[in-house]
């Protein structure tokens, strides 16, 4: 508990914890003397000091307690573990706007601001971003390739089906491996219309196969993400479209790997 006056931390100290406050008021402010500014008066339910928790660098300001204030301590490993789990872009970005208000303050203050280079993870975050926004473009106009890759059924001696797989190549960098564009649209609802088109794309080689008299009639294998796994109707949806065309309901197999079933439970 602080009593009214208490300096819960100053200005220029290294950032221990973060507090949330229960009861009570705190002033934050900059500065010292006549150049004392205050830049906000906190009450019951927000936070204090979290900036310096979540960029690691020394406090920015002084906080002090208006009344008398009970805080909740939030450890800083507490708050690394759940900073660590946080969405990779979200996380950079959260990191570019407290150096943006950092250089803010030291403008404020007459000194030099901090350099404005960005760092590697904000860089790797635009990137993601920009990528996203490919794709999504890419989807939109219809230039990511399905291929089917065939599955030799070796007893038998004859093609027993395929599994599609799913190409972009990218009007700049050329064929961009799907480790790195299938794990971002996993991170955003990007899989869902990946899934889609690789759906569509499959049931359409298949048609042809039929119509073309190919027997037997191969299935097509296709693998679902947790993601997809969570969009309801996702079964009845298949099923309806095979029905609508005529084909089997085993010709499409969708494939689940244990790893995916243990993320779709802890969802």
């Known amino acids: 508990m602080l009593h009214a ?3 819960l931390f100053h200005e220029g100290e290294p950032g221990r914890a973060a507090y949330l406050i229960e009861s009570g008021s705190i002033r934050i402010e900059v500065g010292n003397g006549e150049d004392k500014l205050v830049l906000a008066d906190l009450s019951a339910g927000d936070l204090v000091g979290e900036m310096a928790m ?3 660098a020394p406090r920015t300001a002084t906080a002090t307690a208006l009344t008398d204030t009970v805080l909740l301590v939030i450890d800083r490993e507490h708050l690394a573990e759940r900073i660590s789990q946080t969405d990779t872009v979200v996380r ?6 407290l150096k943006r208000y950092r250089a803010m303050l030291a403008t404020m203050r007459g000194q030099q601001a901090p350099e404005s280079g960005a760092a590697l993870e904000e860089i790797v975050a635009i990137g993601k971003i920009r990528l996203e926004s490919q794709l999504r ?5 219809r230039r990511l390739e399905v291929y089917l890759q065939p599955l030799y059924d070796v007893s038998k001696r004859y093609i027993a089906g395929y599994e599609a797989l799913v190409r972009w190549n990218h009007s700049q960098r050329g064929m961009i491996s799907p480790a790195e564009f299938i794990t971002l649209a996993e991170e955003t609802s990007l ?3 990946v899934g889609e088109y690789m759906l569509e794309h499959s049931i359409a080689a298949l048609v042809k ?9 191969p299935f097509v294998s296709i693998n679902v993400s947790p993601r997809q796994l969570r969009e309801a109707g996702l079964i009845e949806a298949l099923l309806a479209r095979l029905d609508r065309v005529g084909l089997p309901t085993s010709s499409v197999k969708l494939e689940i790997t244990e790893s995916q079933v243990l993320d779709v439970a802890q969802a």
């Not at 950079?92 to 706007?97: H, I």
């Not at 196969?209 to 009639?217: E, N, Q, V």
Request: aromatic residues 0%.
């Open 92 to 97: 950079a970005l959260l990191g570019g706007q």
């Open 209 to 217: 196969m039929r119509d073309s008299g190919l027997t037997p009639l």
């Open 191 to 193: 899989i869902v219309p």
């Open 54 to 56: 979540i960029d690691d």
């Open 5 to 7: 006056g208490d300096v």
């Open 137 to 141: 473009e890419a989807l939109n106009e």
